[in-house]
């Protein structure tokens, strides 16, 4: 950090690891050292919220800290209990309320688990707007069958292709693949014999697919 600002005037730094809160001792001398070393350097990260308290909310902010991402992922206890998150969503809520005291934050939320109920997913989409009524940022993501994951292992064998559910950034692409439909070696081909190398493309089978993605359709329109 000091490298960057001395020789690339760098004021902002983004700390790329999933989870620089894991081990709190080598976090706090972190802090420790960000204070002693580069005042007044503004930087960002992730952190899980079963990892985050306000005494450390405190600390990160006093070091310069002015962006704070979680993956909250379900407002589903029992989707959060399914993918081992180890919190619930109410101590998630806990952690985010007083979060936004100190630092701008931004909500990762994910839907298409091949285990979510509708209950799960309405609960998913309730905290969207819930979260964002605290002037949080909020992300809402399709699940993608990510291989070498837990999920993928247990469902990989069952994940579709759908062009009208993709995520949104995926779909001006695949509308371009269609057209090449027929090319035994057009993109569309590549994707269909390689999923594990384009996952973005496909999802797990869940309950009541179509009609979840038409109301996260709806609640972007709504909520951009």
Excluded at 34 to 57: F, H, Q, Y
Excluded at 80 to 95: C, G, H, Q, S, V
Excluded at 122 to 128: V, W
Excluded at 137 to 151: E, G, K, N, R, T
Aim: hydrophobic fraction near 40%.
């Amino acid at each position: 950090m000091k490298l960057l600002r001395e020789k690339y005037g760098s004021g902002h730094i983004i700390l790329a690891d999933d989870n620089p809160t894991l081990n709190p001792d080598w976090f706090e001398k972190l802090l420790i050292a960000i204070r002693r070393e580069v005042p007044g350097m503004k930087w960002s990260c992730w952190a899980r919220v079963n990892e985050i308290n306000k005494d450390i909310l405190e600390e990160m902010a006093r070091s310069g800290c002015t962006h704070l991402h979680y993956g909250l992922e379900s407002a589903s206890d029992n989707v959060l209990d399914r993918i081992n998150k180890n919190f619930t969503f109410d101590k998630a809520m806990e952690i985010i309320r007083h979060s936004v005291k100190y630092m701008n934050v931004a909500v990762n939320l994910i839907w298409g688990f091949p285990f979510e109920t509708w209950k799960d997913f309405s609960l998913t989409c309730m905290a969207a707007g819930t979260i964002a009524k605290l002037k949080a940022i909020v992300s809402v993501f399709l699940l993608a069958p990510l291989p070498q994951s837990p999920l993928f292992d247990e469902y990989g064998k069952q994940i579709i292709l759908h062009d009208t559910i993709i995520p949104s950034f995926g779909r001006a692409a695949m509308t371009g693949f269609l057209a090449l439909e027929k090319d035994p070696m057009g993109p569309l081909a590549l994707i269909r014999r390689y999923p594990e190398m384009f996952p973005i493309f496909y999802c797990y089978p869940t309950q009541s697919l179509e009609k979840k993605a038409s109301t996260i359709d709806k609640l972007l329109s709504t909520h951009p």
